[in-house]
């Protein structure tokens, strides 16, 4: 269920169609921690309570996010988390007993109540802007791609662009567009581009979740790099910030990111032409600054 709390603490900073909420910086998340509700407690602290709620029935809240709609639109992100946990629960109420429905519910609500304290902390600038109004440059990392190769940011410079996508091995809708971003990979290639994954199970060299995430990348026919980074990695706290999966993110040559990241598979199309019109916009201002 770990993969699931992360989603929990992208509460302030919005990642466009995948996140809300927290820096990543550390002195935003310094500032972060300075600010109290009015109950003396800081931001961190209400976070670490939510993630407790949701801990405590965490088999109810896995099937919970299992069934999620894979179409989440940033505006339902952008409003209280609580209530958007309380549509997610009303979308899978069938497959939970009135005693689990109304746990279920009654977790919502204690989170759309700590989402008020969030919302009403005192925010500075640090803490009040977004991803893109901080920086758009794709966080610092160093890790292994599945295979043992090690890897860090410099990867982005031998390509005109990546793909970045965000996954994990028990998301349903990430898995659907394996093979999508098989097929992504193998044209963006002849492009000087390239399509890497990021399974957040397997951060810190997790060898059974590498196993597992391996295993599911072959049943997809999925042949394109996957890295396992270190989880208190610039690159690690930013992907723990992600709220909806899968998250896709381009990225240029000079490790800024481009455009807005995206929620939802590229197996949708409107997300497959969104992406090839700012892979294009890349290639354009790759080629004019040679």
Do not use: H
């Amino acid at each position: 269920m770990k993969r699931f709390f992360a989603w929990i603490t992208a509460l302030l900073m919005l990642l466009s169609l995948a996140a809300c909420s927290s820096t990543q910086t550390s002195t935003a998340a310094a500032s972060q921690q300075a600010s109290t509700s009015e109950t003396g407690k800081s931001e961190n602290e209400l976070i670490a309570e939510e993630n407790d709620i949701l801990t405590a029935n965490d088999e109810l809240w896995e099937k919970v996010f299992a069934s999620m709609d894979k179409n989440v639109t940033q505006t339902t992100l952008n409003n209280n988390y609580g209530d958007f946990l309380m549509d997610a629960v009303d979308n899978a109420k069938d497959q939970f007993t009135e005693e689990e429905y109304a746990s279920l519910k009654a977790d919502a609500d204690k989170i759309r109540e700590i989402e008020n304290q969030i919302t009403a902390l005192p925010q500075d600038e640090a803490t009040s802007q977004s991803a893109a109004e901080n920086g758009s440059t794709f966080p610092q990392f160093e890790g292994k791609d599945l295979d043992g190769n090690s890897v860090d940011s410099s990867l982005f410079a031998n390509n005109a662009f990546t793909v970045v996508n965000f996954w994990f091995s028990g998301c349903k809708p990430c898995v659907e567009e394996l093979s999508k971003l098989n097929e992504l990979n193998d044209a963006v290639r002849a492009m000087g581009g390239e399509v890497v994954g990021i399974n957040t199970e397997t951060f810190d060299g997790n060898e059974s979740a590498i196993k597992e995430a391996a295993s599911v990348l072959e049943s997809q026919g999925a042949k394109y790099r996957n890295l396992s980074i270190d989880s208190s990695s610039d690159a690690g706290k930013y992907a723990s910030n992600i709220m909806a999966f899968p998250t896709t993110i381009l990225v240029d040559r000079n490790g800024n990111i481009v455009g807005d990241p995206m929620l939802g598979g590229i197996d949708n199309q409107d997300n497959y032409d969104t992406l090839m019109k700012q892979i294009q916009s890349v290639i354009d201002a790759d080629s004019s600054n040679k």
